[in-house]
């Protein structure tokens, strides 16, 4: 197969799956209240105090997470390949990925995360959903390191599930 200019080679697939783009939650009425209030005292207090792009910044959270409430998120595809990870329209080289790590307790907890060298690139977190995490574990050792410490969901995960963010 001949590569286009200005393309780069992703590899030979190896495994795929797709995920969704964003966690989607049900939430129920209560939530919705709590977060109103919630989000109308911090914008009185950001008006008080003059902090008034803050509270633009709580009135865009509060926005989008209504939007996204009504639209459900797209599927996109995870491929792990020989070269590296693609997730979404993003490839991530083996090179630039430190270790990798998996999450595993189902129903609730099933994460594949990466860690990069880089320290302005955030952890990626990749649901597995129905893949079998042994499998990517063994797809994954060949190309870059395990790390065993990290076993658990990360407290921003852990948060985001706790509080339907």
């Not at 499998?135 to 060949?142: G, K, N, T």
């Amino acid at each position: 197969m001949e590569q286009e200019e200005g393309q780069i080679n992703i590899g030979a697939p190896q495994l795929e799956w797709e995920v969704n783009e964003y966690p989607m939650h049900q939430r129920s009425r209560l939530w919705y209240i709590i977060a109103a209030v919630l989000g109308v005292a911090l914008i009185i207090y950001a008006i008080a105090t003059a902090n008034f792009l803050f509270a633009v910044i709580i009135l865009m959270i509060g926005v989008i997470t209504l939007l996204s409430s009504f639209v459900p998120p797209d599927r996109v595809p995870v491929v792990i390949t020989n070269t590296g990870v693609v997730v979404s329209d993003m490839y991530y080289d083996f090179q630039a990925i430190k270790d990798f790590s998996i999450a595993y307790d189902p129903p609730q907890v099933k994460n594949l995360y990466f860690e990069f060298h880089s320290p302005w690139q955030p952890l990626l977190t990749v649901p597995l959903e129905d893949i079998d995490p042994n499998e990517v574990r063994e797809l994954l050792l060949p190309y870059c390191l395990e790390n065993l410490q990290r076993v658990e969901e990360n407290l921003t995960d852990v948060l985001r599930r706790l509080y339907k963010l």
